[in-house]
């Protein structure tokens, strides 16, 4: 079945740090989507991403599908307190999160 | 408008006692998601719903069971709740337009002793 592996597990960043997160798929996925977990939250959605190679801006936030679309990439730049949390990204049509990558940010 | 709503926010069971879980959305959604997170984990698919009269199950349904009522309203329901199952179990709807793009509830923290 569809597998997510998402690294790294965790990363500890000092503020203004970039910071990037992978999701590699172990089948072609038809769309990808990102959420942001808040320590103690739910998850909230981010974007989705359905076509090879695209690539979508959120303020610091880059998204980027790849060529094969079997992984993906969410890259902040110049982090901040806020962007404390737990990053899963969720591979489609079956709905496979991967385990999530914890970033913590170092005033 | 509330989003998606859980109750309860926290349970304690006895191992072999059953419960049911609740969840409702006020947006309209057609599809509907039982998912549960244990630590330092991703979410898990328990069972989905599609529409309003059919259920699926996902990648872990074992020991579980599922009623989509009616458009609003999506319950899971645990016969005999065992140690494994002690998870948070969250709730998602979603969108009109894009299934994918999910709504989570708050979340209901269960353990099982």
């Known amino acids: 079945g569809q597998q997510v592996m998402q690294i790294p597990q965790y990363q500890h960043v000092q503020e203004g740090e970039d910071f990037t997160t992978y999701c590699n798929s172990s089948t072609t996925l038809s769309n990808i989507q990102w959420y942001k977990q808040r320590p103690g939250g739910h998850p909230v959605f981010l974007i989705q991403?359905?076509?090879?190679?695209e690539v979508k801006k959120q303020k610091r936030l880059t998204f980027q599908f790849g060529e094969a679309k079997k992984n993906s990439s969410l890259h902040i730049t110049a982090t901040q307190t806020t962007d404390v949390g737990t990053y899963f990204c969720a591979g489609n049509p079956a709905l496979t999160f991967g385990s999530g990558t914890r970033l913590q940010v170092q005033p | 408008n509330a989003g998606v709503t859980q109750t309860p926010k926290f349970q304690v069971l006895k191992t072999g006692q059953s419960m049911t879980l609740q969840c409702a959305q006020d947006?309209?959604?057609?599809?509907m998601y039982w998912y549960r997170q244990d630590p330092g984990m991703g979410l898990r698919l328990i069972y989905y719903?599609?529409?309003?009269?059919?259920?699926d199950k996902g990648e872990v349904p074992n020991g579980y069971n599922v009623s989509r009522l009616n458009k609003r309203e999506f319950s899971l329901r645990l016969e005999s709740a065992a140690p494994s199952q002690t998870s948070v179990y969250f709730c998602?709807?979603?969108?009109?337009?894009?299934?994918?793009?999910?709504?989570f509830g708050p979340g209901t923290r269960l353990t099982v002793t």
């Open positions: 947006m309209n959604h057609n599809s």
């Open positions: 998602a709807s979603g969108g009109r337009t894009n299934a994918y793009e999910q709504y």
């Open positions: 991403l359905v076509k090879s190679g």
């Open positions: 719903s599609a529409s309003e009269g059919t259920t």
